[in-house]
């Protein structure tokens, strides 16, 4: 049996009609950025996540990096971001001018661990990036509290957690402003590029808008050196179609986890841990095996594809040598990246398929 890592393809045969229309209301309309389809995804999202605002941007690097603008942050100042996510986080912070400060994750959770954030904190610090790792929520409560402590501006990435809540709360309206990517591959996926910030902040929506759109506020009338990174209608129009079925699809990827959850039983493999206060949406199934290599090649000879998020901790690439890092300077991360498997969890994986991995699996020795 196949078992492709991910395939968009039943989630695209289950709302085949939807989406081509969506693509022939915005062609017949014939109008292609910053019109009524940005506008009406903008406003559903908004609601879906429970914010006042949102603003579509290019992509979600772009929307952390114009929500980090929005609040001034730039050179001389610190974020604080955890040492074990996908490089965007880093990069958007580097992207402003300011300076990336890793903090390590719980090695349950794999997200960024509440209990080290203070020890970061400098006179320059001005916000954390906790992530939303694989879906599953960090604990919001103690990072809002330090925050507040030390006046820090909070920033959520929820690029791998559309609709994953912390206690019974949507991620995303926990700091002062968030950042969603829609990529493909996420739980809620445009058919390319393309991703939103939300805040309930007035004016920091006002400046998100803005930085995106050339630092305009009207036509031709730049009050900031802005970029351009807005969310284009044919986008917006296929999110708008996706965006009903997103809890639904969430819903699927738990009754996989759950399954996967009860029947994996190899003392080889760590399974994800659930924290009592998330309600996961697991863009990711992340086990973790001291024998990585050796599972992953069994698993590919038997048909199953699997994945790594993320081979190479950021401290350890070659974007971030500047900073000096070395081997052994988080070990958590290093841990995490030397051990971690992501295995097949999409809408629409079979129950034949389903039991084919953990068969597969449990078989490994
Ligand atoms: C995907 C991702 C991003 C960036 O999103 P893009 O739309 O690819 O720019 C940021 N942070 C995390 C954690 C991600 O997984």
């Known amino acids: ?199 309930n902040d007035k004016e920091a929506a006002d400046k998100i808008r803005a930085y995106g759109n050339y630092g305009s506020d009207y036509k031709y009338h730049h009050i900031y050196k802005g970029q351009n990174s807005r969310l284009d209608e044919f986008q917006a129009a296929f999110l708008s179609a996706k965006l009903p079925h997103l809890d639904r699809m969430n819903e699927e990827r738990r009754r996989i986890a759950s399954k996967y959850l009860s029947g994996i039983t190899n003392p080889l493999i760590t399974l994800p841990y659930t924290a009592d206060y998330a309600k996961p949406v697991w863009h990711i199934f992340a086990i973790r095996c001291e024998r990585k290599d050796e599972l992953q090649k069994f698993l590919k000879e038997a048909g199953i594809s699997t994945n790594n998020h993320y081979p190479i901790p950021m401290h350890l690439q070659g974007a971030y040598k500047d900073l000096g890092f070395k081997k052994g300077d988080f070990p958590i991360a290093e841990q995490i990246s030397e051990t971690e498997v992501s295995i097949p969890m999409y809408y629409g994986m079979t129950d034949e398929q389903i039991e084919y991995v953990i068969t597969k699996i449990n078989e490994f020795s």
């Open 1 to 199: 049996m196949e078992v492709p890592f991910v395939s968009f393809r039943p989630m695209e045969r289950a709302l085949d009609k939807d989406i081509r229309a969506a693509f022939e209301r915005v062609y017949d309309n014939s109008w292609y950025i910053e019109g009524k389809e940005d506008e009406k995804f903008e406003q559903a999202f908004a609601d879906y996540i429970g914010t006042s605002y949102c603003v579509g941007c290019g992509n979600g690097l772009d929307a952390l990096v114009l929500a980090l603008k929005a609040f001034g942050i730039g050179h001389g100042d610190e974020v604080i971001v955890p040492s074990n996510t996908y490089i965007a986080t880093a990069l958007a912070v580097t992207f402003t001018g300011a300076d990336v400060v890793f903090v390590e994750p719980d090695i349950r959770t794999y997200n960024i661990d509440p209990s080290l954030i203070e020890a970061a904190v400098t006179d320059k610090t001005k916000a954390i990036m906790p992530v939303h790792l694989y879906g599953q929520a960090c604990d919001m409560d103690p990072i809002i509290k330090i925050a507040k402590k030390y006046d820090l501006k909070v920033i959520e990435d929820c690029a791998q957690a559309h609709g994953a809540t912390y206690k019974g709360r949507r991620v995303g309206t926990f700091g002062d402003a968030a950042g969603f990517s829609f990529y493909p591959g996420k739980n809620l996926g445009a058919l390319g590029d393309a991703g939103a910030a939300v805040t």
